[in-house]
């Protein structure tokens, strides 16, 4: 079973929806047999990079609202947040864009280190206040899986590096019609939409199991039942 998610590691429901989806891939009893591969996606391309602007003002801005009433919003997500275990860290968050993230997150795949770089990201900007479009701090999270620190620089300072990967991404979110994340597609048939509740993505996961997996049960077409061969002889049919 192949498992794709779209997500961006700003995205306070990306987060928790990944952490849902391990939490249900524990309890499966089919967990070793499914990959999981994380694709691009940017909630704002054109996002800039962190003006010193903290999530409830870019929040109260972009959605027409007060401070207070994105605290208020920010605090109900929060609480989400840690029914699966996470900590947010809202006032020390530093809003940017994701780009050269999702570059490295790329980078980070053909090293074979997604999974890990994935989750360092998210908690990086989420709980730790790190700067993400930052190419230093994005070179540390790197070494801190396991990446060449000096390689991954050089990475993030070539525009152009990985950059085609990142963008085929979101191309292909496109195609699927995909508007928000997280989003996830199992085996390219079962879709599933935004951080839903645990027993959903469980239940999700037996489904797709069961319905991929079931023998095929074959509907019988013949008219005619002599007019085959089996066991070493073939039947003569009756002349009519």
Known sequence: ?????????????????????????????????VEVEFKSFELDPNSPNYNGQNIHEVLAKK???SVEQAKQANKGVGQQAASVGLTFNF???????????????????????????TEKLLFGYFSESKLVSD?????????????????ALEVLQDETAYAS???????????????????????????????QPLETFVGALQKVWEEESATPVLQNLSTDDDVSCADGSCAIPEQK
């Open 1 to 33: 079973m192949k498992i794709e998610v779209w997500s961006d590691f700003v995205c306070p429901f990306c987060y928790i929806g990944k952490r849902r989806l391990e939490m249900a891939l524990e309890q499966f009893p089919h967990k070793d047999q």
């Open 63 to 65: 959605y027409g609202m």
């Open 91 to 117: 006032d020390d968050m530093k809003p940017t864009n994701t780009f050269d993230a999702h570059r490295l997150a790329k980078f980070a795949k053909a090293e074979g280190k997604e999974g890990a770089i």
């Open 135 to 151: 190419h230093e701090t994005l070179a540390n999270i790197a070494e801190e899986v396991g990446l060449d620190r000096q390689k």
């Open 165 to 195: 990967d990142v963008r085929m991404d979101e191309a292909l979110s496109q195609q699927y019609g995909i508007s928000g994340v997280p989003f996830f597609i199992v085996n390219q048939k079962y879709a599933i939409s935004g951080a």
